[in-house]
């Protein structure tokens, strides 16, 4: 789902859905707010593009983490580097 957040008194109102697959895990947004990256299966990590005007969400890609199931996805400050932990 799709939440616009009013700045001024913190109340949400829905604008519209938007796929990050199926039972999305963790939730990490790029610093300058242009992807978001996601848990997916828990093999893996699925990144989308977020249209700025909508909050709509594009696939980019999914990428598999190798035999381990993922717990945890954080960016670091810059966006430059995305960890996950496994177990």
Same mark, same amino acid.
């Given at each position: 789902s @799709? %939440?616009?957040v009013?700045? !001024?008194? +913190? #109340?949400i #109102? !829905?604008v519209? *859905?938007?796929?990050?697959?199926?039972?999305p895990g963790? =939730?990490?947004?790029?610093p300058?707010?242009n992807? =978001?990256y *996601?848990? +997916?299966?828990?093999?893996? @990590?699925?990144?989308? #593009?977020?249209?700025q !005007?909508?909050?709509a969400? *594009? /696939?980019v890609? *999914?990428?598999?983490? +190798?035999? !381990?199931?993922t717990? @945890?996805? @954080?960016?670091? /400050?810059?966006g430059?580097?995305? %960890?996950?932990?496994?177990?």
């Amino acid at each position: 789902s @799709i %939440y616009e957040v009013n700045q !001024s008194n +913190g #109340t949400i #109102t !829905s604008v519209g *859905t938007s796929s990050a697959g199926a039972n999305p895990g963790f =939730l990490a947004v790029s610093p300058n707010s242009n992807f =978001l990256y *996601t848990l +997916g299966n828990g093999y893996s @990590i699925n990144a989308y #593009t977020i249209n700025q !005007s909508t909050g709509a969400l *594009t /696939p980019v890609g *999914t990428f598999y983490v +190798g035999g !381990s199931m993922t717990s @945890i996805v @954080i960016l670091s /400050p810059d966006g430059k580097y995305l %960890y996950t932990g496994v177990y």
